[in-house]
C-alpha cells in the first residue's frame, strides 16, 4: 500500500542528545512537511520541502534541521538546541507544486518523543 | 493569515447528521477552505476542501455560504469511528513566487458521539 512510513513510533531523549526521526513516503510526493504537536493544540510548521535537496524553515524551526536527499525521505533532527521537545511529530507529503495548488496533505502516524 | 474561528466541542448522537460550523470573516478571493480531522494518536487524515462551491465526497459535504464567510462540514450519518478533533483551515494559493508551504492549524472541534 502507498503511503506514509514515521519510525520510531516511540523515542526517548536524553539531555543533550540530538535524535532523528525517519519520515519515508512511496506515493512519489514531491512535497514534503514536518510539524510538531502539543497536547491539546494544533499542528505547528517545522519545515517543509518541496523538492529534492531544497527546505525551508516553517513557523518554529529553531533547534531543528532537516534533510531532503531522496524524494522518499525526508528526516528531522532534533537537535540539543531544542529545549522543549517533548511532542508529537507528524509528517505529511503532497502531490502539490506550482501547477497544482492546494493539494491534500498525507500523513504518517507520527513518533511521540519524550525527554529522559 | 486569515483565521478561523470554531467550537471548542460539540456532541451529536450515533446515526444522526452533524454540521460543524466555522467562520472565517477575514477569507480572502484566493483563500481555499480545507477540513481534516485527527483521531486521538494518530495524524490527522484530509476529509474535503473547497473554494466557493459547495463540495461533495464520499466522506462529507462542504457547504460555503455565499459570501465565504463561513463554512459547515457536513456528517451526513455519524458513526462512533467519526470521534475526533475536526480542523478547518484557510489555504491560500501560494505560487506567487513561493512554494508548497503548510497548513495553519488551530485548536478544532472535538467532536464527541454518543451512542
Request: hydrophobic share 30%; with cysteine; proline share 5%.
Amino acid at each position: 500500500d502507498g503511503g506514509i512510513t514515521q519510525s520510531p513510533k516511540y523515542l526517548f531523549r536524553k539531555e543533550g542528545q540530538n535524535v532523528t526521526l525517519s519520515c519515508e513516503q512511496n506515493l512519489n510526493h514531491d512535497a514534503m512537511y514536518w510539524y510538531r504537536q502539543d497536547p491539546g493544540q494544533g499542528l505547528r510548521l517545522i519545515y517543509y520541502s518541496q523538492i529534492v535537496n531544497d527546505f525551508q524553515k516553517g513557523d518554529i524551526a529553531e533547534g531543528y534541521s532537516v534533510s531532503r536527499e531522496k524524494k522518499e525521505s525526508f528526516p528531522l533532527t532534533v537537535t540539543s538546541a531544542q529545549k522543549n521537545p517533548t511532542a508529537f511529530y507528524l509528517c505529511a507529503s503532497s502531490i502539490e507544486s506550482r501547477r497544482r495548488q492546494n493539494q491534500p496533505q498525507h500523513f504518517g502516524d507520527g513518533t511521540r518523543l519524550s525527554i529522559l | 493569515d486569515a483565521k478561523t474561528t470554531q467550537p471548542n466541542s460539540m456532541e451529536s448522537n450515533e446515526e444522526e447528521p452533524v454540521h460543524l460550523p466555522c467562520n472565517h470573516s477575514t477569507i480572502s478571493g484566493t483563500d481555499y477552505i480545507h477540513w481534516y480531522r485527527q483521531l486521538p494518536s494518530q495524524g490527522p487524515e484530509y476529509v474535503i476542501h473547497g473554494l466557493t462551491s459547495n463540495v461533495n465526497n464520499r466522506m462529507a459535504s462542504l457547504a460555503i455560504a455565499e459570501d465565504r464567510k463561513s463554512s459547515t462540514l457536513i456528517l451526513h450519518r455519524a458513526t462512533l469511528r467519526d470521534a475526533a478533533v475536526y480542523y478547518c483551515i484557510l489555504r491560500p494559493v501560494t505560487y506567487s513566487g513561493g512554494g508548497a508551504d503548510g497548513l495553519t492549524f488551530g485548536k478544532g472541534t472535538h467532536l464527541i458521539i454518543q451512542p
